[in-house]
């Protein structure tokens, strides 16, 4: 019996052992992967930082050359037309109620009707327009809208004739309020 305990105890030192060089080499194998993988992946970002510096190189070498080819005369006009496009800026800035008043008109104006002359007094706040309609009906309408907007103080009309075509021609005085001279009031 002792025999066989002492071949028992020699057959599980033996399992034993086996598991021991299966773990051991598991953990070789895995920490070996692991190294490869690390090492492939310091190697990529040597390459791609290789080839960066490259194309940097490269772009740089570009930009001189595109720098060499501008002529400094054509430098200046571009400087000269930036700074007329911000002087035109401020003088547009400084219009805004002319743009104010060609929306209000723009909205106020009935599909059958056009305007062929524009006269606007900014001092007395006039605008005198002579214009065609389709009909008489058409002219009322266009002025009834006109009346009926809260920043016209007065509307005045007269001269209706019947032009060529049959189409009604006639003229018109509209009276702003000083509200529309203001910005953004429309």
Known sequence: ???????????????????????????????????????????????TNRSQLQTQGDLGVQIRAKEAELRPELINQIFILESRLKNM????????????????????????????????????????????????AVVTDQILLLERNPNIEKVEFGGITLGSNNLVNFQLTIFLKTSLFKLGTI
């Open 89 to 136: 800026q401020t003088v547009l800035n400084g219009h805004v109620f002319t743009l104010n008043i060609l929306k209000l008109l723009e909205l106020n104006t009935l599909p059958r009707v056009r305007f062929n002359s524009f006269n606007l007094t900014v001092e007395s706040r006039k605008i005198d327009m002579t214009g065609e309609a389709s009909s008489y």
């Open 1 to 47: 019996m002792a025999d066989f305990l002492l071949k028992k105890e020699s057959s599980s030192s033996f399992i034993s052992s086996i598991q021991i060089q299966k773990g051991a080499s598991l953990a070789f194998y895995g920490s070996l992967t692991a190294f490869c993988f690390v090492l492939a992946g310091y190697g990529g970002l040597v390459f």
